[in-house]
């Protein structure tokens, strides 16, 4: 499976835990909901910068982040 696929279901995952919808989470990740959408569904490449700002909107870690059974 593609990198930006799996980034994209992780952040997903994520968001739907903490009960977030994405204009809720656009807002809080300071980014455009379409923006972010296209980042969940794996259809943009996206910077180091970009993947923190979204991390710390998720209020998690970047090894929370990553310690899943598709990362390993």
């Known amino acids: 499976m593609d990198l930006k696929i799996k980034v994209g ?13 994405q204009e ?10 379409t923006y972010l959408t ?13 993947l923190e700002k979204i991390i710390n909107a998720l209020g998690t870690t970047p090894k929370e982040f990553f310690n899943t059974k598709e990362f390993k």
Do not use: P
């Open 24 to 33: 809720k989470f656009s807002y809080e990740a300071d980014m455009e909901r």
């Open 38 to 50: 296209h980042i969940e569904n794996g259809r943009k490449n996206i910077s180091l910068s970009t």
């Open 9 to 21: 279901k992780r952040i997903t995952q994520l968001r739907k835990a903490k009960e977030l919808s």
